[in-house]
């Protein structure tokens, strides 16, 4: 099953349970969320770790503390808790394309916007946890003079060229979701080099409190519990574990499809390494929108597998005011109903990932024939 949690030592855990409720310090700014901070900030080499409820709050604030008004450029193939705290943040979401070989923004993308003086930021996502094309993203963003905020929701466990995400543009922001490789339930972090901002994102995750009875600025609550802390301090135990569990399925999968002209499973590096947190194939020469299709053969053979991020935001009805002209987005509007994301984790074994490959093969054989027989019977007509 996509999205099936990794174990969680429990021993560990409630142990760690024991001391918070000893202590009955439960929440904000607990001595777990500063420990965990601390111990991501080491890992991933980067100054400031602020640990969140969850990732769209890592982005609304994020959004907020970067103190810009107007236009985010955004990719749409994403999920739509990229886009919605951009939203929630009193920005307009301007949706970008990705590049198809990658998955993410395709940075030639933002050339276009060179003229335009209403852009806030750009909101890069590494999709699958597959690093974005960072380098030429940062000299765009630099030429329209706006911050890079990084969704890096898929991407802890991943590097580019030496360093680990986490420490790239203004910030990046990570997601602890249940069915994230490393998880702590519900929860996430932004990182940044840049101590005023991490000093800003500490006082925003607070309600704005700058003191007792002190709030200059308008806050939320996004603060993260010691329980969560907890279950994420006991994760990182496993850190290294789980990853390699991670690339072990991922190097399966790419050996039971190697050879298959129909099937692309994604790359998820990018000069570096990858949490490998999402294994997804890319279906070709198959007839319109396969993925559900396989989605539904594979379903009757108990294995459940997610049309990520199939329809797109922009097709979203919540986000259909901010869809730009047809035919702006043609990689997307390509990519939604031909990828589907196939279970992995340390819950799927090496041989379940022989097993699934096996079924996903036989099923691509199956829907070519139709595509075949369609294609005839057209011809016939
Ligand atoms: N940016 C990006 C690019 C993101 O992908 C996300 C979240 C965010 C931002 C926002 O981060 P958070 O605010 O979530 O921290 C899931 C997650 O809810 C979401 O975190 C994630 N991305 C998104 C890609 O996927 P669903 O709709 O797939 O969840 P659900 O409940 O359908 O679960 C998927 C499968 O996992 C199910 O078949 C059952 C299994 N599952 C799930 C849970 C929660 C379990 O076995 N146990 C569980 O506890 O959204």
Redesign the pocket.
Known sequence: ?????NRVDRARLYGLLDDVFDRNRLTNNGPLVRELERRLSALLGVGNVVAVA??????LLGAVALDVTGRVLVPSW??A??VQPLLWAGLTPEFVDVDPATHSMDPRQLERFADHDDIAAVVP?H?WGRPCAIEEIGIAAEELGVPVLY?A??AIGSSHRGRAVGGFGAAE?L??????WFSSI???ALTTDDDELADRLRQLRNFGFAGEGIIPVNGINAKMSEIHAAVALTQLERFDELRAANAQRHRAYAHWFEGHDRIRLLDTTNEGTSGNGYAVVQLRDLGPAPAPRLKRVLAAENV?T?C??DPGVHRLDAFARFAPDRGRLPITEALCGHCLALPTGEGVSVEDVGAIAGLVIEGIDRLSERHVEQALEQVAT
């Open positions: 099953m996509v999205g099936a949690p969850n990732g769209t709050l890592g982005l994403t999920f808790g990229t996502v999709l969704d929701a898929h922001v997601s602890f979701h249940a069915t994230k519900e929860g996430g459940q997610r990520y991020f």
